[in-house]
Each structure stands twice: as structure tokens, then as C-alpha cells.
């Protein structure tokens, strides 16, 4: 389950943040996961909710924007969503080059 080693990661780093800022409080946690990292939500904030217990960010809200997979065609130029991992162009049959989906990335942490 790599969603507890993840969220053990986000923790640190917004625990780092709140030092560095000397804020003895950690409001939000701001995540950006592209639709390729394979993350579960559900399972990282689980993850993160049992984590964070008894530190500054006890009371913290894991906040998730989720970004699809796209990518564009390396021969027509047109830009695709995708829904599976197809890496061929629907149009043109030219190879597709990600744009985005493998964003995995802490935003912002509010802390008070």
C-alpha cells in the first residue's frame, strides 16, 4: 500500500513547512495527483488521517484536485483526454505525448 508511505511523506512535508513558517498549527494540505499516479484518495486519507493524530496537523483537511490524463499527438497536434492508456492518436495514428496525469505534488499547507 504505497498511499501510507505517501501520505507519511505529505505529513513531513507539511510539518516542515509549519516549522519553517513557526506556525504551531497546520489547517490544509493541498494535493494536485494526476489520474496515472494509481493513487487511491480514499486510502491516503485514511492513511493520513491515523498519521497525523497528536501532531500540529491533527486537525489538518487533505484537500485533492485530481487531473486527468491527457496528451498530444506527436504528428497532428490535436489534444486528447484519456480515459485508457492508449497511446495512439484517434485521429491521425501518430504516438501520443503526455501532457498531463502523473502530477503528484503539495500545492499549498495553511497553517496558523
Known amino acids: 500500500m504505497h498511499e501510507a508511505t505517501l501520505a507519511e511523506n505529505i505529513l513531513d512535508?507539511?510539518?516542515?513547512?509549519?516549522?519553517?513558517?513557526?506556525?504551531?498549527?497546520?489547517?490544509?494540505?493541498?494535493?494536485?495527483?494526476?489520474?496515472?499516479t494509481g493513487v487511491e484518495v480514499e486510502a491516503l486519507t485514511l492513511s493520513f488521517d491515523v498519521l497525523k493524530k497528536d501532531t500540529p496537523a491533527d486537525c489538518a483537511e487533505l484537500v485533492v484536485k485530481r487531473v486527468p490524463i491527457s496528451a498530444a499527438c506527436n504528428k497532428c497536434g490535436k489534444t486528447f483526454r484519456l480515459e485508457?492508456?492508449?497511446?495512439?492518436?484517434?485521429?491521425?495514428?501518430?504516438?501520443?505525448?503526455?501532457?498531463?496525469?502523473?502530477?503528484?505534488?503539495?500545492?499549498?499547507?495553511?497553517?496558523?
Open 84 to 112: 485508457r492508456y492508449n497511446f495512439f492518436c484517434p485521429e491521425c495514428d501518430g504516438i501520443l505525448i503526455l501532457r498531463s496525469g502523473r502530477e503528484l505534488l503539495v500545492e499549498f499547507v495553511d497553517c496558523e
Open 13 to 36: 512535508i507539511a510539518l516542515d513547512a509549519a516549522e519553517k513558517n513557526h506556525a504551531t498549527k497546520i489547517l490544509k494540505i493541498g494535493l494536485t495527483l494526476g489520474e496515472m
